[in-house]
């Protein structure tokens, strides 16, 4: 699956409608965000099940306000719609991988207890 690009209206759909929803918040004068771009692309293709999703801060600066994003690229990981993962800066292939391999093995209802606590 390619990468989906996100807005203040598509990401609440994309968080409750899907078990694993990655966020890339960048810009395109951003140099890390662009070497991050292919990592995280590939990264998309390798893992169809799993929502790959890109939001342009310039273009969508209410919903970068909203997310607390203060340096880009800023990577988010939620699981059946509760933040999980948040870290600014670009991650090289191996990092996204691991990620991505914790995200999966979350155990969700110790996360949602935490949450509530």
């Known amino acids: 699956m390619s990468t989906v690009d996100l807005t203040t209206q598509t990401l609440p759909t994309t968080l409750e409608s899907s078990s694993i929803v990655l ?3 960048w810009a395109d004068w951003c140099g890390p965000c662009r070497a991050f771009a292919p990592v995280f692309s590939e990264a998309s293709e390798a893992h169809p099940d799993i929502v790959f999703g890109k939001v342009d801060t310039e273009a969508e600066r209410e919903l970068s306000a909203a ?9 988010m990981a939620f699981r059946d719609g509760i933040l ?11 990092a996204l991988d691991q990620l991505i391999t914790a995200v999966r093995g979350l155990d969700m209802d110790a996360v949602r207890a935490q949450v509530s606590a």
Request: hydrophobic letters at 50%; charged letters at 15%; aromatic letters at 8%.
């Open 67 to 75: 997310a607390g994003i203060r340096s880009i690229p800023t990577l």
């Open 84 to 94: 999980v993962f948040s870290q600014a800066g670009a991650l090289p292939r191996s």
């Open 23 to 25: 966020v890339d918040f």
